[in-house]
C-alpha cells in the first residue's frame, strides 16, 4: 500500500512537472511572439522613413543640374525598390513567423487539457487499483476471484493510460522542437532574402552615385549662368515696365530650369 | 548706357538665381539631414528590439532541453553579434551621414555671406562704371583722360570681381556635389558593411537552429520522466509530512532541471 501511495505521488510528481513544462513554453512562446512582433513593427517604421527619404531625394533631384538629377533618381529608384523588399520581409516575418508563434497559444491550450483529461483517468485508474488491492486484503476468500479479474482490469487500463500520457508528451515535446526549428529557419531564410537584395541593390545603387560626372555639371551650371547674362544683355529695347514681369520669369526659371 | 543698365538687371537675375540656388541646397539638405537621422534612430530601434529577443531567446533556452538550449543559445549568440555590428552601422551613419549634412547648414551659410560680398562689390562696381560713363559722356573734353582711366580701372575691377563671383559659385557648386557624392556613397558603403556581415552571421545561425538534434532531446526527456518515477518509487521509506516539502522540491526541479 505504502509502494502504490509513493507511485501515486510520483505520478503528481510528473504532473505537475509535465504542468510546469507546457506552461513554461506558453509562457515563453508569448513572450517571444510580442518581441517579434515588436521587431516587424520597427522593421516597418524603418521602412516608412525608408519611403520618406525617397521622396525627398525626388524632390531634391528635381532641383538639380542633369547629371546630379540623374544620378539621384537612379539611386532614388534603387532605394525604392529596396523598400519593396523590405515590405516583403515584414509580409513574411508577419506570416512565418509572429503568426504560428501566435497560434501557438492554442496549440499549447488544446495539448493542456489534453494533458489534463488523461492525467486525470490516470489518477482516477490507480485510486480504482488502490481500492481493490485493499478489498482484496481485507477479503482474502470469497471476493478473491473477482477482485482479481478487476485488479487485473484495472491494472491493464492504467498501462494503457500511462503510455497515452507518454505518448502525449512526446508528441509535445516533439511538436514544440519542429516549431521551434522552423519558426527560427523562418526567421533566418526571410532575413537573408532581404539583406542578400540589399547587397544587391546597393550595388547598383553605388554605381549611380559614383558615375555623376561633376565636371559635366559645372560646365552645364557655367554655360547656364554665361548664356543668362548674354540673353538678358541681347534684349535691351524692353521696356522698364518689363523688368517686373522679368524679375519674376527669372526667379521662376531658376527654379524651373533643372526640372 | 541701356546696354549697361541692362547688364544690371542681368547680374540681378543672376544673383536671385545664385541665391535661389543656395537656399534650395540649404533647404534639401536641411530635410535630408532630417530623415536620414530619422531612419538611423529607427535603425537603433530596431537593434532595440533585437536585443530584447537576444535576451528572451537566452531565458528561454536556459529552460529546455540540452540540444534545444545549446542551438537557441548559439543562435541568440550570433543575432547578438549581429547587433553589435547595427550599432556600428548606426555610429558610422551618424557621423558619416547625419552630421556632414548637419555641417551643411553652416558652409551654406558661409558660401551664402561670401556670395553676398561678392554680389555687393560687383554691383557697386557696375554702378560706378555707369557713373563714369555718364560723366565721360556729360564732359568730353576737360575729364576726358582722367575719366577715361578711371573707368578703365574701374572696368579692370569689376571684371575681376565677376570672375571671383563666377569662382565662388563654382565652388560652391563643386564642393556641393562632391560633398552629395560622398555623403551617398557613405551610406551605401555602411549600409553594405551591415548587410554582408547580417548575410555571414545568419548563415552561421542557420546552422545552429538545423543542428538541433530533436530525436536525443526527446529520448533524454522520456528518460528523465521515468527515472524521475523510479526514483520516486525507491524512496518508499519517506514519512507522509514530507509530502509538502516533496512538492516544492519537484516544483523547484521541474524548473531547474534543464537550465
Redesign the interface.
Known sequence: M??LG??L??????T??MQ??VS?VEK?FG??CQ??A??VR??A??R???D??VN??Y??AA?E?PN?KV??KN?ADEFSRLQDYRQAEVDRLEAKVVEPLKCYGTIVKLKRDDLRATLTAKSREAKQLSQLEKTRQRNPSDLHVIAENELHRASLDATRTTRHL?ET??NF??QK??D??NI??EF??I??LF??K??EI??A??QN??N?D?NE??EI??RM?RK??E???E??E?DEED?EE??FD??K???TRFR
Do not use: C, P, V, W
Open positions: 505504502m509502494l509513493r507511485g505521488d510520483a505520478r503528481d510528481n510528473q505537475r512537472q510546469d513544462a513554461n515563453h513572450e517571444l518581441i517579434f515588436g521587431y520597427k522593421t517604421r524603418l516608412d522613413k525608408a520618406l527619404l525627398e531625394i524632390a531634391y532641383t543640374t546630379l544620378g539621384l539611386f507518454e508528451i512526446d515535446e516533439k522542437i519542429r521551434i526549428k527560427f529557419s533566418i531564410t532575413e537573408m539583406h542578400g540589399a547587397l546597393y550595388t545603387a553605388y552615385i559614383q555623376i561633376e555639371d559645372l551650371s557655367r549662368l543668362d547674362e540673353e538678358d544683355e534684349e535691351d524692353d523688368d522679368d524679375e527669372a526667379t526659371e531658376a527654379f
